[in-house]
């Protein structure tokens, strides 16, 4: 930053060096001619001149050089410390953050790359473009005060007229500008939105439909465009008025002065290139003043999204060592950040080193459970206790460390199977890979493949990536469990062998299982019935099915909908 500094001040003393020569040469050449002198006599002064306006060329030139690539190693530097930034400060929020309406990925992402260009651009501004110019007018406006009081003031009195322009615009331009960071994050989105939703939108032809979505975007986004246009080209125009009246002024003041003997006819010359010499930072302020609000309007966004400390995932800094799995929630209400109130006074317990099944209808609150027991909400009212303490004080990542979740639909990172599955626990030799992909019943499918655990992940059916999660969760081998519908979306056959594996797993750990299937609820130690986010039954199978309540209906309906009276006919032939 020093050298940027040392090199931006040398540059400003450089840029005063035309206008002193050009007016030396012309009052020079005035009195040669005046003098009737031969060319002779003036070549050396010809060659003089044009040595120094070399010289000092070749020095502006690396000068220039210098000034550039010190600030650009000032952008580029600051640019990677903020974008890990950024990424550290996102993985450290809460997941209620996420799924914000506001922080949907495409919009997170162009507010991220954005926030990174704005305050990019404010660098190069500050290092690169403004400092080198207002140092070179601010040393031009002495000169000219110096040189004659009444052109200095003259020179300055145009600046408050220019800054005043600069400011109207800017004013003007920032209610359009965010109105137009908003329109291009929502048509990002609305894209990602559109490749996402690809097959939906063409199994029911809705092609039109969304087209025209995305039109009245582009129709807001091309009027707000053209209203900043118009701002643009009117002030600019202004301003361009304002710097030339300047300059026909002070040619005006300055050839009155001449003409009343108090200045060489050279000032002529030398007053216009340093008004050139001011104005021309100034020309350019009015865009950075344009380019400052931007990267205002930019960056309070993404400092937004750094700062959003309410957004961090609270964490407490009990050990999680020797822990035996005892959950307890006790009253336990919670309301999504969306609004929606998924838990009223549950209290339940989930013992240790047992199976506990949550049953209930389609949005009862069971995944719900999970996930206030994974710390991923916290209930506004209630507790959760694990093992006598409020899961609050335990350390939330210490913690997650002991827990392994399976969802239905389980996250397939970009890579292959072996990375995937290797996420369960980064430093696994080849052959634990191997052996939790076995477990998942996986392996021997793998081996069917051309490039075995080298296979593109995302390309595998549903089924396989399921048996990823799984293996993952094998690999992990933590001794809290929870599996929220684990086999929903697997065929016959591979439930029953994800099953078996699961029940090998479930021996001696705590595990609570959400599942539409009958066989794994009725193999539960213990069954909650939840129903619109109330507890309303538990116990084991028996006992539940006698209570002749919730849990039967749900039972019944599962019976019935597997048609078991004609499945135990035909298996009986
Ligand atoms: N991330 C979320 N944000 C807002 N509301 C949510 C969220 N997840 C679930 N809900 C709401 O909370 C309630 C309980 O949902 P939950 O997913 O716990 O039900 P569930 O019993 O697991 O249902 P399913 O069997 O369909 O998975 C529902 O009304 C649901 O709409």
Redesign the pocket.
């Given at each position: 930053m020093a050298s940027t500094l040392i090199l931006t001040l040398i540059g400003s003393l450089t840029a005063q060096v035309n206008p002193f020569v050009l007016r030396y040469t012309v009052d020079k050449v005035q009195v040669l001619l005046h003098h009737g002198h031969s060319l002779k006599v003036g070549m050396p002064l010809l060659l003089g001149i044009s040595g120094i306006l070399l010289g000092k060329e070749v020095l502006n030139a690396a000068l220039d050089f210098g000034q550039s690539y010190f600030g650009e190693e000032i952008r580029v530097y600051v640019s990677s410390a903020l974008s890990q930034d950024a990424v550290r400060r996102i993985l450290s929020y809460r997941?209620?953050f996420y799924?914000a309406g506001s922080n949907q990925t495409g919009k997170l992402q162009t507010r991220l790359d954005k926030g990174v260009d704005a305050l990019m651009k404010l660098v190069q501004d500050l290092f690169i473009d403004i400092l080198p110019l207002l140092a070179a007018a601010a040393v031009s406006l002495v000169v000219m005060f110096a040189a004659s009081w009444r052109i200095g003031v003259v020179a300055l009195g145009v600046l408050p007229v220019y800054f005043w322009l600069s400011y109207r615009q800017a004013v003007r331009l920032s209610g359009v500008r965010r109105g137009m960071r908003q329109l291009k994050e929502d048509k990002n989105h609305g894209l990602l939105n559109l490749m996402d939703s690809a097959v939906v939108i063409k199994s029911f032809v809705r092609e039109q439909y969304e087209e025209e979505k995305q039109d009245r975007l582009q129709h807001e986004l091309r009027e707000t465009q053209l209203r900043m246009r118009k701002t643009n080209f009117l002030f600019n125009g202004l301003k361009s008025l304002v710097e030339q009246v300047g300059l026909v002024v002070i040619i005006v003041l300055t050839a009155y002065l001449v003409l009343s003997h108090e200045l060489s006819i050279g000032t002529i010359m030398f007053n216009s290139m340093l008004f050139h010499n001011v104005s021309a930072p100034i020309r350019q302020l009015h865009q950075m003043y344009d380019e400052l609000n931007e990267v205002h309007t930019y960056s309070e966004a993404f400092f937004e999204m750094l700062d959003a400390d309410n957004a961090v995932e609270p964490t407490g800094s009990l050990p999680p060592t020797s822990l035996r799995g005892t959950f307890e929630l006790r009253h336990v209400d919670f309301t999504?950040?969306?609004?929606?109130?998924?838990?009223h006074d549950v209290s339940l317990t989930i013992e240790a080193g047992k199976t506990t099944a949550?049953m209930?209808?389609?949005?009862?609150?069971?995944?719900?459970?999970?996930?206030l027991l994974c710390k991923f909400?916290e209930p506004q009212s209630g507790e959760i206790l694990l093992d006598g303490r409020p899961l609050a004080d335990y350390d939330t990542h210490a913690l997650r460390q002991y827990i392994g979740l399976v969802l239905?639909k389980n996250h397939i990172f970009k890579g292959t199977v072996d990375e995937n599955i290797r996420y369960g626990n980064l430093l696994a030799t080849p052959a634990q890979v191997q052996d939790a992909a076995r477990q998942a019943h996986l392996h021997d499918q793998l081996m069917q493949l051309p490039d075995g655990y080298e296979t593109d992940a995302q390309q595998l059916s549903g089924g396989q990536q399921q048996r990823i999660a799984i293996a993952r969760l094998f690999l992990k081998n933590p001794p809290i469990i929870f599996l929220?519908?684990p086999t929903a979306s697997l065929d016959a056959v591979t439930t029953e062998q994800i099953k078996t594996s699961l029940d090998a797993l479930k021996r001696g750990r705590t595990v609570v299982i959400?599942s539409?299937s009958l066989s794994q609820i009725v193999e539960a130690d213990r069954t909650y019935v939840?129903e619109q986010?109330r507890v309303v039954e538990n116990g084991i199978h028996q006992e539940l099915y006698d209570q002749n309540g919730a849990y039967r209906r749900i039972f019944d309906a599962s019976a019935r909908s597997l048609n078991l009276e004609k499945l135990a006919r035909t298996l009986t032939y």
């Open positions: 997941l209620g799924a999504y950040p969306s609004g929606t109130q998924a838990l949550l209930g209808l389609s949005g009862a609150g069971k995944s719900t459970v999970i996930n909400y239905q929220d519908e959400i539409h939840l986010g």
